[in-house]
């Protein structure tokens, strides 16, 4: 099985606590920042802030080692295909052919993969530490009207459930000497579809079937919704937004107003 | 037993199902809920491995065409897009998932704009699937070279693995598509 791992893991740091919103803006703001600031010591220091923050987040090991697995491997693509692609500047540190590999590329390379893994890396810090509920929530608190937020809530709850589908009619389908591992890409796609129709007629059932659960639940029944969890802005909350808001405004005015090379 | 007639200028009592439009219609959060968890469940789960591509390919393209080809654009652009970004969330990219919105929301809603032209005839169906594909490898070109910092090299390096992928995953989305309106006939009405 090829599937993936639920990131959310249930703990109770202060991260954890926070307003999902606010995470959302942490990630805004923090994701703006990478992307204006252009030295390596400042993008590799933002990096170092980022990973305290996934550490703080409290998560096991696994957890983290898939995450940067994932980053690493990205970073060093970019490492070494940036200086393919450019090859301007002086001085040439050494030629491949009719390829001349420069030493501002190089820099230029990692400092683009250092802010690769910034953009990476910020994320996780939301999903580790953000329960789907939670994410679904936070949304319809920005302004997602509720029924869009009831689809997207039912769908995350639909996703496992759906692995599983699939994973067993590949099983029978195997029984039946399907086979899904041998062969051309091409060929293995369109064995696919003999797993992916039975699933996809499976789940229109399902919708079938959801559908008259949410109208004998009486679904939309009135215009004024209460929730069973309300999530609200603490002073705690507030403090963070601030704090996740000069993190993005001091290095901001610092660049353009003041024109610190950072 | 005798129902009551609102009179002129009375405010209606807020029910469903009383012609009121103010809530999208349970069928519809059904199927789009579920379109959406499958199009996530199948990006996430058919990742084929094949060594060339690192292993990124996967067939949610396949399910991005099959709703647009068989739901329409507004299916295809919500289910194809928030799908998709979903399981880029829970794969563990997010730093995709905006692009991944934009992209495969793009690709959606012009397969299916495009491909239910003429009462979604086989040519209809080809020319949406390359339509809505160019958008998508566009949009993810452009971000991954000007938004994201990945620089030409890997941005280009990255066109015919999505160029790929929109080939086998519109040849499947166009079979699945019209192997389950055989299987269920009442479809995409």
């Given at each position: 099985?090829?599937?993936f791992?639920?990131?959310?893991?249930?703990?109770?740091?202060?991260l954890?606590?926070?307003?999902?919103?606010?995470?959302?803006?942490?990630?805004?703001?923090?994701?703006?920042?990478?992307?204006?600031?252009?030295?390596?010591?400042s993008?590799?220091?933002?990096?170092?802030f980022?990973?305290?923050?996934?550490?703080?987040t409290?998560?096991?090991?696994?957890?983290?080692?898939?995450?940067?697995?994932?980053?690493?491997?990205?970073?060093?693509?970019?490492?070494?295909?940036?200086?393919?692609?450019?090859?301007?500047?002086?001085?040439?540190?050494f030629?491949?052919?009719?390829?001349?590999?420069?030493?501002?590329a190089?820099?230029?390379?990692?400092?683009?993969?250092?802010?690769?893994?910034c953009?990476?890396?910020?994320?996780?810090?939301?999903?580790?530490?953000?329960?789907?509920?939670?994410?679904?929530?936070?949304l319809?608190?920005?302004g997602?009207?509720?029924?869009?937020?009831l689809?997207?809530?039912?769908?995350?709850?639909?996703?496992?459930?759906?692995?599983?589908?699939?994973?067993?009619?590949?099983?029978?389908?195997?029984?039946?000497a399907?086979?899904?591992?041998?062969?051309?890409?091409?060929?293995?796609?369109?064995?696919?579809?003999?797993?992916?129709?039975?699933?996809?007629?499976?789940?229109?059932?399902?919708?079938?079937?959801?559908?008259?659960?949410?109208?004998?639940r009486?679904?939309?029944?009135?215009?004024?919704?209460?929730y069973?969890?309300?999530?609200?802005?603490?002073?705690?909350?507030?403090?963070?937004?601030?704090?996740?808001?000069?993190?993005?405004?001091?290095?901001a005015?610092?660049m353009?107003?003041?024109?610190?090379?950072l | 037993?005798?129902?009551?007639?609102?009179?002129?200028?009375?405010?209606?009592?807020?029910?469903?199902?009383?012609g009121?439009?103010e809530?999208?219609?349970?069928?519809?959060?059904?199927?789009?809920a579920?379109?959406?968890?499958?199009?996530?469940?199948i990006?996430?789960?058919?990742?084929i491995?094949?060594?060339?591509?690192?292993?990124y390919?996967?067939?949610?393209?396949?399910?991005?065409?099959?709703?647009?080809l068989t739901?329409?654009?507004?299916?295809g652009?919500?289910?194809?897009?928030?799908?998709?970004?979903i399981?880029?969330?829970?794969?563990?990219?997010?730093?995709?998932?905006?692009?991944?919105?934009l992209?495969?929301g793009?690709?959606?809603?012009?397969?299916?704009?495009?491909?239910?032209?003429?009462?979604?005839?086989?040519?209809a169906?080809?020319?949406?699937?390359?339509?809505?594909?160019?958008?998508?490898v566009?949009?993810?070109?452009l971000?991954e070279?000007?938004?994201?910092g990945?620089?030409?090299g890997?941005?280009?390096?990255?066109?015919?693995?999505?160029?790929?992928?929109?080939?086998?995953?519109g040849?499947v989305?166009?079979?699945?598509?019209?192997?389950?309106?055989?299987?269920?006939?009442?479809?995409?009405?």
């Amino acid at each position: 099985m090829t599937g993936f791992m639920d990131l959310y893991s249930e703990r109770d740091t202060f991260l954890h606590r926070l307003d999902p919103r606010v995470k959302l803006l942490a990630v805004v703001t923090i994701s703006a920042l990478a992307f204006i600031l252009s030295e390596i010591w400042s993008l590799l220091l933002l990096l170092a802030f980022i990973l305290l923050l996934m550490a703080l987040t409290g998560s096991s090991f696994r957890k983290a080692f898939f995450a940067l697995k994932f980053v690493i491997r990205f970073m060093v693509l970019i490492t070494v295909l940036w200086p393919l692609f450019d090859r301007s500047g002086t001085p040439v540190l050494f030629s491949i052919g009719p390829l001349d590999i420069t030493e501002p590329a190089v820099w230029r390379g990692a400092t683009s993969a250092v802010r690769v893994g910034c953009f990476a890396t910020v994320w996780y810090i939301l999903m580790f530490t953000t329960s789907q509920r939670d994410l679904v929530r936070g949304l319809t608190k920005l302004g997602l009207r509720f029924d869009y937020g009831l689809a997207l809530a039912i769908s995350f709850r639909f996703i496992p459930t759906f692995g599983l589908t699939i994973e067993s009619i590949k099983d029978a389908q195997r029984a039946r000497a399907l086979e899904l591992d041998r062969g051309s890409l091409w060929r293995r796609s369109k064995n696919y579809v003999t797993v992916l129709v039975p699933t996809v007629v499976t789940a229109l059932r399902t919708a079938h079937m959801l559908s008259l659960t949410l109208q004998s639940r009486a679904y939309g029944a009135v215009r004024e919704r209460t929730y069973l969890r309300e999530v609200r802005m603490g002073p705690r909350d507030y403090v963070a937004a601030a704090v996740a808001l000069l993190v993005f405004l001091l290095p901001a005015v610092a660049m353009y107003h003041f024109g610190v090379q950072l | 037993m005798s129902t009551e007639v609102p009179k002129e200028g009375e405010e209606r009592p807020k029910i469903l199902g009383s012609g009121d439009a103010e809530f999208i219609s349970p069928e519809t959060v059904a199927l789009f809920a579920v379109l959406t968890a499958l199009t996530a469940a199948i990006t996430l789960m058919t990742v084929i491995p094949f060594p060339p591509t690192r292993g990124y390919f996967n067939l949610g393209e396949a399910m991005v065409f099959f709703s647009a080809l068989t739901f329409g654009w507004r299916a295809g652009a919500i289910c194809g897009g928030v799908g998709s970004a979903i399981a880029d969330l829970l794969g563990g990219w997010g730093m995709f998932a905006p692009t991944t919105l934009l992209a495969k929301g793009t690709e959606g809603f012009v397969s299916g704009v495009i491909g239910r032209m003429n009462g979604g005839k086989p040519l209809a169906y080809v020319a949406g699937i390359v339509c809505g594909g160019a958008c998508m490898v566009t949009i993810y070109f452009l971000s991954e070279w000007l938004f994201l910092g990945f620089g030409l090299g890997p941005a280009i390096a990255e066109i015919p693995t999505n160029i790929a992928q929109v080939t086998i995953g519109g040849t499947v989305g166009s079979l699945l598509s019209y192997s389950v309106k055989l299987a269920m006939p009442s479809l995409g009405k």
